[in-house]
């Protein structure tokens, strides 16, 4: 797929549909895009479409299926917007583009040839208890951060949390079962299929 050159190729390139619940349109929108009339389309549209499913199948879509719907705050970058939000936006909302390859900017493979995708997402089931006071924290597999409130690292690479996994699994007894929304399954159509490879 060539990077979309006009209206009908992107809204083409929108419809690419990345999960059961997710097409790519879900992470083109950009207020730093909107705000100053630049564009957010990849160069290399197929490679994005591949990290965007992957980072869907197997991390949003168990999300929703566990919580209901989640909303995307920030996600897919092109490297020519990145690269103007952490030069031209004051203040400084993007980081240099070396440091966002396999993360923000979906279609460029990081120093280390790492493919990835990042997205900053809220999930209101859980917002509406953290507004409450509820702790959000959690034994995690690997980096997990946070701009609210408790900001930073959760836990260091090979560190024991300070709670035994009895009270961590005590503290998060009322969350909804993992993946417990049914969904039927969907009809392997020709698009979802051309999504799925």
């Excluded at 490297?79 to 966002?100: E, I, M, Y």
């Amino acid at each position: 797929m060539h990077a979309p050159q006009t209206y009908a190729a992107l809204e083409a390139f929108g419809r690419v549909r990345l999960s059961r619940h997710f097409y790519m349109r879900n992470f083109l929108y950009s207020e730093i895009g909107n705000f100053y009339g630049r564009f957010n389309t990849p160069q290399t549209p197929d490679f994005a479409i591949a990290a965007g499913q992957s980072l869907c199948q197997g991390l949003l879509d168990p999300l929703v299926e566990s919580f209901g719907p989640i909303t995307v705050r920030s996600s897919y970058r092109s490297s020519d917007l990145n690269h103007f939000g952490a030069t031209q936006v004051k203040p400084q909302k993007c980081s240099r583009n070396p440091a966002s390859y396999a993360g923000h900017i979906w279609d460029i493979r990081d120093n280390r040839g790492r493919m990835g995708a990042c997205v900053c997402i809220v999930v209101p089931w859980f917002a509406d208890q953290y507004d409450q006071g509820r702790d959000w924290r959690e034994d995690p597999d690997c980096t997990i951060s946070s701009y609210i409130a408790p900001r930073g690292k959760l836990l260091a690479a090979g560190a024991e949390p300070c709670e035994d996994a009895q009270t961590r699994a005590d503290r998060y007894a009322d969350f909804p079962c993992f993946r417990g929304i049914a969904y039927p399954e969907l009809p392997r159509t020709p698009q979802h299929q051309k999504a799925a490879l």
